[in-house]
């Protein structure tokens, strides 16, 4: 019998049938649903942290440090590690390593790491904030690339800075953007926010407050300084740098409002007078260290020259930091939230295929006479069974199609609750589902697969079925 | 001509629970093409279970079975399905038409089993249905029809594959006096006309006598009988 023909018996089998069908589908569906939602869940999650990595360039960056370090003592509160030198011959992290490191194959961006505490002033407000330098070939990555207002550095000694709306609001400034509401909110009036267009403060010069140790004061009183514990005595100064762009406030996945600092162009903040150290990973790992930078960004052309990069510069003797191998780890814990979810998702699934070969033996129980009957008239036990088959496998098409429009719906509204709550605390839109095309295409072949899987043994039960104890039945 | 049937020495036991029945204990025959053959007997004799033999329902215990000069005994269930779609086409006392299905319907699906195209299907069935007087039933369902009507579904569809044997296990032990006479009419019709080999089991053996050619008479799964009627080959 061809194939058609025996497509056409089993679906006007199912249809004679129909309540049970309907059923003994809506099992499959509600498997599949689960499935769909629950591995597009973890996909979801996976896609926004992958995402953000690649926003943040963190596939295809890493640090360069003076010398090895081991992460696992760091993570164990090991600090000392930071300080041990493995190879006393290795030389500083200076402008000469620098050359050696843009010279390797795939390096795109190499640049000393400055970032240091400052205070920004305008119209009489005045913020603290981190200031960080950037090298004009920054401007071609994200998010240089496309800073929403104004524009990226053109020269590494202009006297600019790049803002951000974080900053902004403790200036008193609120940026009047598309997205925003014209009228100010209590809360902000309260505060004595203004509204500003954000190309207005472009072009504008702001004062960056910078601390230094006050070395007269020092000299002059060594025993007050240190002895009453008042700490170093620091002096201000103060640079002038023109406005040229305000950086997007915050990407998803991040804080609500978490200031992502201010950016100088790189010699510019070479040149602003500071103390040197920013943090205790800075004072931790100077220590011993003659020359040098404290650390090197390396900005590298494709994912694939990470690594390659990464080995050179630990054969120079220094050390490496990339968070993209923090990603592998994560990647793995990923893994193994997808199998969970998706276990929850089978055993929901491991239901609706019992249901189906229940539905099966019942309906072979039920057809013992007819399939007597076929087998009388000339029908082999390969085309009763594939009959049997085909109907396992329509019940597992019709379950996974109607279980992926399940799976998406319960996605969709997860997706508008989750968010409806999360926009209340403040926090940004964020997908948290993700149905892929794979998962489209394997919902269904999973489905229809395990469908025949539960298919197989009413199959050939109905195959073996003896037909003269057939027509005899009733 | 050889005959196309030719049954040697046949046995064919059950497991009844713990009980062992021997329902044929040494039956031999030959039948010849176009012959219509009566077997009658008691109930249990071993009729039908010869018949299932001969359709290949069911396999011999020992002895053999050649049809068309091929050995049902060393067939694999694959040629056996074969045999059942074309070499023989089986019609019963509960007529056993598939309930959900119309009377084309029915027709049809054993020459889909034979892989007769659709087209071709269709028409033969109607032309079938059509020659034994059903060709205003034809979409109705099983339930719809009478005894009679079924029997002659039933008939057409044995016929639909074009078997060189017909067999009928007591196709008119359902069927009131005068519908079991047109039954029997139209089945020895199809055998003179047609020259289809008939082998029907029957308890009638007075109406058996009007259409066969030869008549046998089973005891206790043995041939006690045999008689040739007036009936000319």
Redesign the interface.
Same mark, same amino acid.
């Given at each position: 019998?061809?194939f058609d023909?025996t497509s056409r018996?089993t679906v006007?089998n199912l249809w004679?049938t129909k309540l049970r069908t309907v059923l003994t589908t809506l099992g499959v569906v509600i498997g599949i649903g689960a499935l769909v939602a629950m591995v597009s869940f973890g996909t979801g999650m996976q896609k926004n942290i992958t995402g953000m990595f690649e926003t943040n360039d963190l596939f295809t960056s890493m640090q360069a440090l003076p010398s090895k370090i081991n992460m696992d003592e760091v993570m164990h509160g090991n600090m000392e590690s930071l300080q041990k030198q493995d190879n006393k011959n290795v030389p500083p992290l200076d402008d000469r390593a620098m050359g050696r490191i843009r010279i390797l194959p795939g390096v795109d961006v190499v640049y000393p790491e400055i970032s240091f505490p400052v205070k920004i002033r305008y119209r009489g407000q005045e913020s603290r904030t981190l200031a960080k330098g950037l090298p004009v070939e920054m401007g071609r990555y994200k998010p240089y690339s496309a800073i929403p207002y104004g524009r990226f550095f053109k020269a590494d000694d202009e006297k600019s800075i790049i803002l951000n709306p974080f900053l902004l609001r403790n200036l008193k400034i609120r940026l009047l953007e598309p997205g925003n509401a014209k009228k100010l909110s209590l809360e902000d009036s309260l505060r004595g926010l203004r509204s500003l267009p954000p190309d207005s403060l472009l072009g504008k010069e702001v004062e960056l407050v910078t601390s230094v140790v006050d070395v007269s004061s020092l000299i002059q009183n060594p025993m007050f300084t240190f002895g009453l514990g008042r700490g170093v005595p620091v002096k201000e100064t103060t640079t002038r740098l023109k406005i040229v762009g305000i950086d997007a406030g915050r990407g998803a996945f991040e804080g609500p409002y978490r200031d992502r600092g201010i950016q100088l162009p790189l010699i510019t903040a070479q040149r602003v007078p500071q103390m040197g150290f920013s943090s205790v990973w800075d004072l931790l790992r100077s220590k011993g260290q003659q020359r040098g930078y404290a650390s090197l960004y390396v900005r590298v052309k494709k994912m694939t020259h990470l690594d390659p990069v990464k080995k050179e510069i630990d054969k120079m003797g220094y050390g490496t930091l990339a968070l993209a191998d923090q990603l592998e780890e994560i990647k793995k814990g990923f893994v193994i939230l997808d199998m969970a979810l998706g276990a929850i998702g089978t055993i929901a699934l491991v239901v609706a295929a019992l249901g189906i070969i229940n539905t099966m033996v019942m309906s072979i129980l039920e057809r013992t006479?007819?399939i007597?009957?076929?087998?009388?008239?000339?029908?082999?036990?390969?085309?009763i069974k594939t009959i049997f088959f085909i109907e396992a496998g329509i019940i597992g098409l019709l379950g996974g199609l109607f279980g992926l429009v399940l799976g998406w719906c319960v996605t969709r509204i997860a997706n508008t609750v989750a968010n409806f709550y999360v926009a209340r605390q403040g926090g940004p839109h964020v997908d948290y589902f993700y149905i892929p095309p794979w998962l489209i295409l394997g919902a269904v072949a999973f489905s229809i697969l395990v469908s025949l899987l539960a298919g197989l043994y009413p199959a050939i039960r109905a195959a073996r079925v003896n037909?003269?104890e057939a027509?005899r039945h009733d | 001509m050889p005959p196309i049937l030719i049954a040697t020495d046949v046995h064919k036991q059950y497991e009844k629970g713990s009980v062992r029945i021997n329902a044929l204990q040494g039956v031999s025959l030959e039948v010849q093409h176009g012959e219509f053959l009566s077997i009658v007997g008691r109930s249990g004799s071993g009729k039908s279970t010869l018949l299932?033999l001969v359709?290949g329902?069911?396999t011999v215990s020992s002895g053999s079975i050649f049809i068309k000069k091929k050995d049902l005994a060393r067939m694999k269930?694959?040629e056996l399905?074969?045999h059942?779609?074309?070499t023989v086409g089986?019609i019963?006392q509960s007529f !056993?038409?598939?309930s959900?299905r119309t009377a084309r319907e029915n027709v049809e699906?054993?020459m889909?089993?034979?892989?007769v195209r659709?087209k071709e299907r269709k028409k033969r069935a109607e032309a079938l249905l059509a020659s034994i007087g059903l060709s205003e039933r034809m979409d109705h369902l099983p339930s719809e029809l009478s005894g009679g009507e079924a029997q002659r579904v039933a008939i057409a569809?044995?016929l639909s !594959?074009r078997p060189d044997i017909l067999l009928a296990d007591e196709p008119t032990g359902n069927l009131d006096s005068a519908t079991s006479a047109e039954i029997l009419e139209l089945l020895s019709d199809l055998n003179r006309r047609q020259n289809v080999t008939v082998i029907m089991i029957t308890h009638d053996k007075v109406s058996a006598q009007s259409v066969s050619h030869r008549i046998l008479e089973f005891l206790d799964g043995r041939v006690i009988r045999e008689t040739r009627t007036r009936r000319r080959a």
């Open positions: 019998m061809k023909e018996i006007s004679r006479r007819e007597g009957i076929m087998k009388a008239i000339g029908g082999s036990e390969n085309e037909p003269v027509l | 299932n359709g329902l069911d269930r694959s399905a074969l059942r779609r074309k089986m019963f !056993n038409l598939i959900s699906l054993a889909a089993f034979g892989n659709r569809r044995a !594959n």
